[in-house]
Nanobody, 128 residues
Framework: QVQLVESGGGLVQAGGSLRLSCAASGRTFSSYAMGWFRQAPGKERDFLAAITWSTGTSDYADSVKGRFTISKDNANNTVYLQMNSLKPEDTAVYYC?????????????????????WGQGTQVTVSS
């Protein structure tokens, strides 16, 4: 079991930046990849980005590619999401998640069902 705690959310003006952190504890060595998702009120939870612990390769949703960057700190079992050029439509609760099964393609990691451990979420609000 892995415990995940997100931090770094808040209120920011459009065009601003935020960096989210996700601290993992527990059986982190068994995790294959980490992902970031978000969920706006009344909408589904959407994939944003994922990164593998071993190689650091990453994947992004088209909606955030070029604006968001996922990174990791293996020594501290922490994953980050740097968010730049934020827009009001980025307003949502942001979640980090851990996947424990190998994925042969990034497509598999773009699904909520690929991740079995989730943090409690952190609110990001972007004002216009």
């Amino acid at each position: 079991q892995v415990q995940l705690v997100e931090s770094g959310g808040g209120l920011v003006q459009a065009g601003g930046s935020l960096r989210l952190s996700c601290a993992a504890s527990g059986r982190t060595f068994s995790s294959y990849a980490m992902g970031w998702f978000r969920q706006a009120p009344g909408k589904e939870r959407d994939f944003l980005a994922a990164i593998t612990w071993s190689t650091g390769t990453s994947d992004y949703a088209d909606s955030v590619k070029g604006r968001f960057t996922i990174s990791k700190d293996n020594a501290n079992n922490t994953v980050y999401l740097q968010m730049n050029s934020l827009k009001p439509e980025d307003t949502a609760v942001y979640y980090c998640a851990a996947s424990f099964r190998y994925a042969s393609s990034w497509f598999q990691l773009r699904s909520v069902s690929a991740f079995s451990s989730w943090g409690q979420g952190t609110q990001v609000t972007v004002s216009s």
